[in-house]
């Protein structure tokens, strides 16, 4: 298995990822009833891990929380009744085929469904993909959509992965939003310089600074440890070329959710050239309960890094409400619930009910 600094073939990398558990628990030294666990969460949402991302999982380790993040198991079946499979209301944003406008003077292109790494916490892993952009005629309507609202300013490349896209396709779809006279910036959502750095070679980065408009790269790291000597050198190269960098987390419990780590998250990042900007509480899509990290504790983790960071370092904490005209902060969202303070016992109850008539 080469290793990360001989890897220069972004396709080949991926097309190496580890794609099923008895291979995963072999190269990670689990334990095998790992692959008996979480062969039904697999077969509902696929495994997929490229060789940059195993490279920074301790072995043997069954908590690691680069592994807990791209590990299927058997707590994604259980059912919750507060989780379901579009927990932020795409499919009501979405305007035509992979075009959604849920903000003003912001739309988001679908432009792929394909990521590197599959999060099994991801709010889209439920999405019906095939109505994404990944046909020209899709993409051309959803072009001209965007060219026949002047209110749109900003256009927002998301999936699946945007820098999934060979070359060509990002490089069309690039000149294509530069041609669009009333848009002022271009931002991609990618995971792509974390999971798959050899992605970040000399061509992706001439498409990412040669046009008309600004690109605003904003990646998605959730722990410290994501941030290996490849990835690092991404990010490194990225600033260089004068990409605005911003990073956001999702708040996990099990991977990320104490002040210690986030502090050092965004210490790390700000190191190479990436400001933090989001930490987004979870969203309750289906199979991501076991993630859920409870309100009470969301604040307390979060008063207490406040105190740590300064306020350039300190992320906007949100969620993301179906309907909402902006990210909801944290304060808002606590005094939703308290507003709502018996939401939670309800819940519960209905958990349990589910459970007992699936194992009827």
């Not at 990073?247 to 210690?260: D, F, I, R």
């Not at 604040?299 to 993301?320: I, T």
């Not at 969202?333 to 709502?340: D, G, I, N």
């Amino acid at each position: 298995m080469p290793k990360e600094a001989e890897r220069g073939d972004w396709r080949a990398d991926l097309r190496a990822s580890i794609r099923d558990l008895p291979t995963l628990c072999r190269r990670l030294d689990l334990d095998p009833t790992q692959i008996a666990a979480g062969k039904r969460a697999a077969a509902s949402f696929a495994l997929c891990a490229p060789h940059a991302w195993m490279e920074l999982i301790e072995p043997g380790n069954p908590d690691d929380p680069l592994l807990r993040q791209i590990l299927p198991t058997t707590e994604e079946t259980r059912i919750q009744a507060t989780f379901g499979p579009d927990p932020v209301g795409d499919r009501h944003a979405e305007q035509t085929p992979g075009l959604l406008c849920k903000y003003p003077g912001r739309a988001l292109l679908l432009v792929t469904g394909a990521c590197a790494l599959h999060c099994r916490y991801c709010f889209r892993r439920c999405f019906p993909f095939a109505t994404s952009l990944n046909h020209r005629d899709r993409a051309l309507s959803a072009i001209r959509a965007i060219a026949a609202r002047p209110d749109i300013n900003e256009v927002i490349l998301s999936g699946g992965d945007p820098l999934l896209l060979n070359d060509h396709s990002l490089d069309w779809l690039l000149r294509a939003l530069d041609g669009i006279g009333h848009l002022k910036r271009i931002r991609l959502h990618s995971r792509i310089p974390i999971a798959l750095p050899s992605r970040v070679d000399d061509n992706l980065r001439a498409l990412l600074t040669g046009g008309r408009l600004p690109r605003v790269l904003v990646v998605q790291t959730n722990h410290p440890h994501e941030l290996g000597e490849a990835a690092s050198a991404a990010l490194t190269r990225l600033r260089a070329d004068g990409i605005t960098l911003l990073n956001q987390s999702v708040l996990l419990h099990g991977v990320n959710a104490s002040p210690e780590i986030l502090q050092t998250l965004s210490e790390r990042l700000f190191a190479l050239g990436v400001l933090p900007y989001y930490l987004h509480l979870l969203d309750r899509v289906t199979g991501s309960a076991h993630f859920a990290v409870p309100l009470a504790t969301c604040v307390k983790v979060v008063e207490q890094l406040r105190a740590r960071l300064p306020g350039y370092l300190m992320p906007r904490v949100v969620a993301e409400q179906p309907g909402a005209s902006s990210k909801t902060p944290l304060e808002h969202v606590q005094r939703q619930q308290q507003e709502r303070p018996d939401q939670g016992s309800r819940s519960r109850a209905r958990n349990r009910l589910a459970n007992r008539r699936a194992r009827v």
